[in-house]
């Protein structure tokens, strides 16, 4: 059974820093991109950053030059760092890693539970 398990947010002021991180578990053969999204209740979930396994990475508009994704292939684990976060940065963050079980099948999108991020002002 794979599993992604997020850590890292919480509550924090305009301005402010938090480091997400998202482990993946459980038997697998590999990871190929990972990512972090995010969603507020009522509005469609929306792509924060994403990786490569060769670590090109992309963000979305409202994120650049404030956030970073970076990944540890050999703990297969994605961090997203996150400096200068405005309150519409609160949301319930979610990470994704497409992963193929076995060295036949191919890679398929498996999420994390969402760990809450909440900026006030």
């Known amino acids: 059974q794979v599993q992604l398990v997020e850590s890292g947010g919480g509550l924090v002021q305009l301005g402010g820093s938090l480091r997400l991180s998202c482990a993946a578990s459980g038997s697998f053969f590999s990871i190929s991109a990972m990512a972090w999204y995010r969603q507020v209740p009522g509005k469609q979930r929306e792509l924060v950053a994403a990786i490569t396994n060769g670590g090109s990475a992309d963000y979305g508009d409202s994120v650049k030059g404030r956030f970073t994704i970076s990944r540890d292939n050999a703990k297969n684990t994605v961090y997203l760092q996150m400096n200068s976060l405005k309150p519409e940065d609160t949301s319930v963050y979610y990470c994704?890693?497409?992963?193929?079980?076995?060295?036949?099948?191919?890679?398929?999108?498996?999420w994390g539970q969402g760990t809450q991020v909440a900026v006030s002002s």
């Open positions: 994704k890693a497409d992963i193929a079980k076995n060295i036949l099948s191919s890679p398929r999108p498996y």
